[in-house]
Structures are given as C-alpha cells and as structure tokens.
C-alpha cells in the first residue's frame, strides 16, 4: 500500500561550539540524508545556544508541528549538558534515572575508572523515556514520544541513527535525479520554471557553480514519484540538448 | 568607552538543498567567525525550506528579537529563488526594481549574453533597500533595516561580509582560549563545573573526542574580558595539572 501522507522531522542542534563558528556542524546533512531513507522529510532545523528557555522553546514548537523531533548535543556528563533537563521541561515531565541506562553504564564505566557520579548523570532521562542504543560509547541516546534526544558527536549520532533505522513510520521516500549543464542558470531560468510547471508532482532546484573558470548548474529534480521523476528529467536534458547546451545525467 | 550590552544576531538559511542533505552548509560556521569579530554573538540558526511562509515567519520572529539578521539563500535568477519576494512579504512592503542593482546587472551581463529577463529578477528587492556590493558576481546582497540577505554559495557570501565588515555596531567581542587534556570529560567533570562557578563572567564548553585510541576533550573558555578569561584558563590548567592529567595551552 502506498501513502500519499508526508512524513516530517524537524532538528533542533543544541549547542554554544556551533553558534561560535567553533564547531562545523555535520549532524545536519548526516540526519537529513538518513531521514530520506526512512521515508521523512526534514522541514526545519534549529541551532540554539546552551541555555534552558532556548531549548524549551525550540523542543515545544518543532515537536508539535512536526512528526518526529530529533535533538543532537548537551547530553555528556558535564555542566553545559542540560537537554535533558530542559526537554524534561519542556515536556512538562520530571527527570530520572533510566534503570537500563544506570546498567550500561556502570558495566562500561566497570574497567574505565568507575562509574563516577558525573559519568551517572549520563542516565539521566526525561519521566517516561526508552532508550537509543549506542554502540560507540557507554551513553545511550533517549526517546520520549516522538522526540529523540542523540548526541552531538556526529560519529556517535550516526550509530544511535543505525540503531533507529526502519523503526520509524514514514511515507514514500523522496526520490532525486540530478541533471548537471556548463551553463550559467541565469541563461535558462524560463525554460527550468517551465519545465517545474510542466511536471506535477515534481520540483527542480537549481545549484549553480563556478570551477574552474567555467560556469555550470546542477538541476536536482526531486519527487516521489519515480516514473514522474525520469520523466522530468528526461524534459529537462532533451530542453538543454535543443539550446546547444548539451545535458550531462548526473551531478557535475 | 567600553559597553555591557550584548549584540545579538540570527540567521536564517534559506534552501531546501541544506534539508535535502545534498549540501553540507558552510555558511554557518562563517557567519558565526565574521559575527564574533565585529563583537555580535550569533544568537540562534533555522534552517528553512524554499517556502514562502516558512520563510516569512521565521524572519519575522528572528528580526524582532535579535540586533540583526542574515539570511543566506534564494537571490538567484531561477524560480526557486523566492527569498526576495517573502521577506517583502514578511516586511509588508512591495517589491521594487533597485536601480543601482539594475546597472550593477546591465554592466555585467553586457559581454556575458545580455541582460534577459532572468537575469533582471536579481535587481528585485523589498522596497526601501539598499544593496551589499559583490565583488564575486553580478548580483549585490540586500539590507533592509536590521535585514541582511546574502547569497548562498559560500565564496559569494565572503565578498558580502567582507563588504560588511566594520560597518555594524557590535559590542566588546567574545574572546576565547582553549585548554586541552588527554582526559575524559567524564573523569573531571564536577571540576569542570566549580572552575566555572568560580569565575564569573567566563563559560566553560567542553568538547570531548576519541583519536588514535585515546580519549581526550578540548575545554573552550569564552568571555569578553581579556584578564578574567586568562585567569579561568590558568585555574583550569593548574588543576588538570594537579590531578596528573596535564594541561595542554590550546586545542589538541
């Protein structure tokens, strides 16, 4: 069966190394990627700082409007790590601590030093929580409802997200096809609008670029719809090929 | 004269290649770099869809409460470059024809195929503008009030801030130093904590990381005065240094 319902995520991105330019964020496109591959479709992103109010607002608003909400940093042992404390607000639920969580990490911290009571705030959970599992670290990540608090080392991020994969009820992933040209995009703007008009079901987003001392565009094509997919791009290539532009399948 | 006040920034990211995950943004990181030497803090980033509303209402809740705004994004020739025409929205103002962004256009595009139609769409700005000059390109960035619509690709976004840098009015920049410690966070995390009570006006980030086999964390002070910040970072050296994990001055 298949399901015209579109299935969104939002991403709040908690953390100061961010908005200080510190850190270069690469949960953004790592979540989006993987989201795509559920079937869901990343609406919004937010980065807010270390500080409770930001992060309440932030969970509130996406979570409501939004399928799913995943939340990435501030979940470590130390005293900038608050997203629990603040979802827990947010939800309007106290915090405690994961029985399940308390077990892992007294076993890893077992041999590493012991499990420290710094280290045990790391079970720390909002009233209600499961857990993510996590494969890097003694750390899991947290699930409450639709909200999935993971953390903010992408490499740990993206073994709580293989631990989540087909868990989540999406829709019909949204499919790509990528049409490159050594054009500049401002040459064909009509035709492109045209063709976006032409094609139902479709929308065509124009990436322009500069290398080598050439100018050229990548048209990504996206739909759910695979035959409306090929179809579009077909156009496309077939519409640049007739301006003596010829149409290169596949990014540039 | 030195000033307590805070500036504050937002931006806004404006594209649905950013939420595809096809894009890796980079423009985050460099707004926050340029943000932090001309003394203004970026405050909070969303990332939005090349959506009218969502557009719209993102600008109007960051430009409310923030000294200034940046959006990066959707100034394009193509028809999916509707940033323009929703912050014009957002303003409740008319779109206009920028007549100094019209000859900026003629001029360019006089021995690059002539200024069509297309082309002309990036002269188009929300009425009462002034323009940002692009040393990249054709087309200038856009300020409107505390509003400052930059292009979307990075190197373009360069000559934009560049041409900006020295002309907003921001406060006493956030300084900051680092100190590095083959240490896991978790293992000093309650001295982390008490450094940090201990020295006010100066936040502490810690930043943990797992290389070459070992675990260690880079702890990132901040704070806008220069005395106060180097005494937290000696405090904290001394007593990494007194627990026999050695302080490291700057990132490891």
Known sequence: MTTDRIYTAALCVIGDEILSGRTQDKNISQIALWLNLQGIRLREVRVVPD?????????????????????????????????????????????????????????????????????????????????????????????????????????ITAGMLDALTGTLEGGAPLLSDTVGCWVAESEIADMLGSIEQAHEGCQIGSYPFFREGRTGSNFVIRSTDAEKLAACADALAAALDAMGRPAIRGAI
Do not use: C, W
Not at 56 to 72: G, P
């Open 51 to 155: 500080v409770e109010d930001a992060i309440v607002e932030a969970v509130n608003q996406l979570r409501a409007r939004n399928d799913y909400l995943f939340t990435t940093g501030g979940i470590g042992p130390t005293h900038d790590d608050i997203t629990v404390d603040a979802i827990a607000k947010a939800l309007g639920v106290g915090v405690v601590h994961h029985p399940e969580a308390s077990a892992m990490l007294h076993k890893y911290y077992e041999n590493r030093g012991g499990a420290t009571e710094a280290r045990m705030r790391m079970a720390r959970v909002p009233d209600g929580a499961d857990l993510i599992p996590n494969r890097m670290s003694g750390a899991p990540g947290i699930r409450h409802g639709n909200i999935f608090i993971m953390a903010g080392v992408p490499s």
